[in-house]
Each structure stands twice: as C-alpha cells, then as structure tokens.
C-alpha cells in the first residue's frame, strides 16, 4: 500500500515525504503511542498513512489541506488501509483553521506544507501540544540550499526554511533539532 502510494506520488509529480521519513514518523508515533496527531498538509496521504498505521487503536489524526483532489487520493488509501475512520481531513487553508482549532493536548504536529508559512505554522501549533509532545517538520535542508550560504538566486522558499530553521532551533519552548533524515527533519518538544 505504501509502494503503491509512494508510486503513485511519483508518477504524478506529487511532492510526498522520503520513505525514510516515513519510517521516522512512525517510529516516533509507536514510542509515543501517539493518540492525538495534527498534520498540516495532506497531499495524497503518504505521510499520514505511516502515522495512521503506527498509532494506538484509538488513535486520531487531523490532517489539513484545502486542495480536495488531493485528499480524495488521500482518503481512498486510508479507506483501503483500514484507517478512514482514524483520520478527519479538513479541507481548507491551514492559516484558516488553526488560530480556532478546538484540539489541544496533542502528541505530535507534523509539518509539511507551505514553506512561506512554516513560521506561522509553527507558533500556532506549539500551543496545541501537551508538554513533551513533538513538533516534526519536513524539508528543513531544502536540498542542501537551506544551509548554504544566502545568494541573489534563492528561491522565496529557500529564504523562508532558512529563517524558519533559526526561529525552530531558537524556539523559546522547544528543545529542537534538525537530523539529516530524508531532506532534512526538525524535530522539537515542547518543554515549556
């Protein structure tokens, strides 16, 4: 299921997770017994589905994205995979439905949407997890591009991972760090 998934992205151009985050993800659910996830955005659910798969039978995933084509892929394979009914998706733009979010106390918020809104992503979800719950972001090396040094030809996003990479790190209420997983991965729990 998560070949045929990871294919299908592939195949349609569809930017999804490298396997090896995938991997990551749900090691990180199963240690937690993660219950209680936010994804903010969804694509074609390749990354929701590792997470879907590793969680608790009770467990719950919230995952947002407004393109609904997308998540219609998406809600096929976790339909198949058993695990529609573990997953809400919310079709709308994440800036739209996180300052009213009504969940808090979540383990883990995983981030993998708009680069240009990481920022924002970031300081309205830390407030949504418990303490100790995780905040893990994808793309954080950008393909290297992040961690060199600025040039007249970055790309607005390569601008936005790299100032969102000092915000993440710096975060007054993480202890944060970037490992070389995939294109890069942040991982931060909340202390405070």
């Given at each position: 299921m998560?070949?045929?998934?990871?294919?299908?992205?592939?195949?349609?151009g569809i930017?999804?997770?490298?396997r090896?985050?995938?991997r990551?993800l749900?090691?990180?659910v199963?240690?937690?017994?993660?219950?209680?996830?936010?994804e903010?955005?969804?694509?074609?659910g390749y990354?929701?589905?590792w997470?879907?798969l590793?969680q608790?039978?009770?467990g719950?995933?919230?995952?947002?994205d407004?393109?609904r084509?997308r998540?219609?892929?998406?809600?096929d394979?976790?339909r198949?995979?058993?695990?529609?009914?573990?997953?809400?998706?919310?079709?709308?733009?994440?800036?739209?439905?996180?300052?009213?979010?009504?969940?808090h106390n979540l383990?883990i918020?995983?981030?993998?949407?708009?680069?240009?809104?990481?920022?924002?992503y970031?300081?309205?979800?830390?407030?949504?997890?418990k303490?100790?719950?995780?905040?893990?972001v994808d793309?954080?090396?950008?393909?290297?591009?992040?961690?060199s040094e600025p040039s007249?030809a970055?790309?607005e996003?390569?601008?936005?991972?790299?100032?969102f990479?000092?915000?993440?790190?710096?975060?007054p209420?993480?202890?944060?760090t970037?490992?070389?997983?995939g294109d890069?991965t942040?991982?931060?729990?909340r202390?405070?």
């Amino acid at each position: 299921m998560l070949l045929e998934l990871e294919q299908l992205g592939q195949h349609d151009g569809i930017p999804i997770v490298s396997r090896e985050t995938g991997r990551l993800l749900s090691t990180l659910v199963h240690a937690m017994q993660a219950n209680r996830i936010l994804e903010i955005g969804t694509a074609y659910g390749y990354s929701t589905l590792w997470m879907a798969l590793a969680q608790p039978p009770a467990g719950r995933i919230w995952t947002i994205d407004p393109d609904r084509e997308r998540t219609a892929i998406a809600l096929d394979f976790l339909r198949r995979a058993g695990k529609k009914d573990a997953v809400e998706i919310i079709n709308a733009p994440a800036l739209d439905v996180l300052p009213t979010f009504p969940q808090h106390n979540l383990d883990i918020v995983f981030i993998d949407a708009l680069k240009p809104e990481y920022e924002r992503y970031l300081e309205l979800s830390v407030p949504l997890l418990k303490r100790s719950g995780l905040v893990i972001v994808d793309n954080l090396l950008w393909g290297g591009r992040a961690a060199s040094e600025p040039s007249a030809a970055d790309t607005e996003e390569t601008k936005a991972i790299r100032a969102f990479n000092r915000t993440f790190l710096q975060h007054p209420q993480l202890d944060a760090t970037i490992v070389a997983v995939g294109d890069g991965t942040g991982i931060g729990a909340r202390t405070s």
